[in-house]
């Protein structure tokens, strides 16, 4: 029963977390540009604000769709932290993040429309690491929760290094940073308008910000399993990691989608690909 | 104070500006005013913004983009037009091509007067803007 409660704040939490870790974010990176940067809480602000403003659906089911893509994000999380086997949280993290791409889709603008595509290929190059991470992860320590993982008496990241290094790569998809922010097309550099987001307003461009606070967490989350002996030093992990994201999205443009595909794909198979091999054919 | 003026998002948009005014709004994101100290954003997308910045003055060519843009952006929303150009049609107001400022075609809340228009001025016009908004969104909400 217990871990249905840890599912359960991570739903209520994870948001707060996210949260503040893109107004961090944003003050780091104005910083880095020598600006003093918004106030810590403004991805809640403009959360809030966006909840006040008309919401104009150019298709009516973006509505349902987007709705899905928040509730999905955090199945994810509270799914993980919930105890369900990790193969399966990979899936259904892989569900919650298609719903973006139909919902994206379903407005006929090109911008929004090419922002889907790209969406769907930044998917195609980051979900075989996520499932090769899990299959690590499963071999190493032998169970295959969050809780027996964590619960294991030996680290699981020295035996990982491969997929550690990995993770930084794929995390640059998942956090939306340069150069691999193909799909969104953030605010400084639009060369597709707003990307995914073009043809969202009010409500639903706020849930498409509170769905990437989940992201955030979870992916933090998967950190916090890679580091499974003590939380805290999967939280320093995570925060390094984010430091490094924060920089290198600061100091690159931002690449095609080919070049995307490629690396993410390269990384994936020598580094987590020849860990995992590697842990099969030691581990006999 | 409401969510509103702790995160104006806006859009600009190039009349038929000489790009003086262009340079000084673009000033504005630069370290030295650093407007996102109050949230803005420059979003570049007409659904996501809620202050419309126009600079320059209007055309044949452009009334239709204006008024487009205009009417994408959802509510509430506030329309300042930046530089002479934009008020009143500045000193291209008899061109043969001109129609005037931007109030020709789409209600304006704030008129910003410079040739161009100092960045100090810009930021005092958005703020004003932001007023303007916060109107709306009472009368809205009431």
Not at chain 1, 259 to 270: C, E, G, H, I, N
Not at chain 2, 116 to 135: F, N
Request: aromatic share 10%.
């Amino acid at each position: 029963m217990n871990t249905a409660i840890y599912g359960l704040l991570f739903v209520v939490l994870a948001p707060l977390f996210g949260g503040l870790l893109a107004g961090v974010d944003r003050r780091v990176s104005a910083r880095m540009q020598s600006r003093i940067g918004p106030p810590l809480l403004q991805p809640f602000y403009d959360v809030g604000k966006l909840l006040q403003k008309t919401t104009r659906q150019v298709n009516p089911v973006a509505g349902p769709l987007l709705l899905g893509h928040v509730v999905f994000m955090a199945a994810t999380g509270a799914l993980l932290l919930g105890g369900t086997d990790l193969i399966f949280v990979a899936f259904v993290f892989a569900l919650a993040a298609l719903f973006l791409v139909l919902a994206a889709g379903s407005a006929n603008s090109p911008y929004s429309f090419t922002g889907a595509e790209r969406e769907l290929i930044v998917l195609l190059a980051s979900e075989p690491f996520f499932i090769l991470m899990m299959a690590g992860v499963c071999k190493v320590s032998g169970v295959s929760t969050f809780g027996d993982v964590l619960a294991y008496p030996q680290w699981v990241a020295p035996q990982l290094p491969g997929i550690l290094i990995a993770f930084l790569i794929v995390a640059t998809i998942k956090l939306r940073k340069s150069p691999f922010d193909i799909s969104t097309s953030h605010h400084p550099h639009q060369e597709l308008v707003s990307g995914l987001t073009t043809d969202m307003s009010g409500r639903l461009l706020a849930y498409v910000e509170v769905a990437h606070w989940y992201e955030s967490a979870i992916l933090c989350a998967f950190m916090v399993l890679l580091f499974n002996r003590s939380w805290p030093i999967g939280l320093v992990a995570f925060g390094i990691a984010y430091a490094l994201e924060v920089l290198v999205d600061n100091s690159t443009s931002r690449a095609k989608w080919q070049l995307v595909l490629r690396s993410t794909w390269a990384a994936t198979l020598v580094l987590c690909g020849g860990n995992v091999l590697a842990l099969f054919v030691i581990g006999r | 104070m409401s969510l509103f003026s702790r995160s104006p998002w806006i859009l600009h948009y190039d009349g038929s500006s000489c790009n003086g005014c262009d340079i000084e709004v673009l000033a504005c994101l630069t370290p030295l005013y650093d407007v996102e100290r109050f949230g803005v954003i420059n979003t570049g997308n007409p659904k996501h913004a809620d202050i419309f910045l126009v600079t320059g003055s209007v055309n044949e060519r452009n009334i239709d983009i204006i008024q487009n843009l205009y009417n994408q952006m959802p509510e509430p929303k506030v329309v300042v037009a930046v530089g002479a150009c934009a008020c009143s049609g500045g000193i291209f107001a008899r061109a043969y091509n001109i129609q005037g400022g931007i109030d020709k075609v789409i209600p304006v809340d704030v008129y910003v007067p410079g040739c161009a228009a100092r960045p100090e001025s810009i930021i005092d016009g958005v703020v004003q803007g932001i007023a303007a908004l916060e109107e709306k969104r009472k009368k809205r909400a009431s």
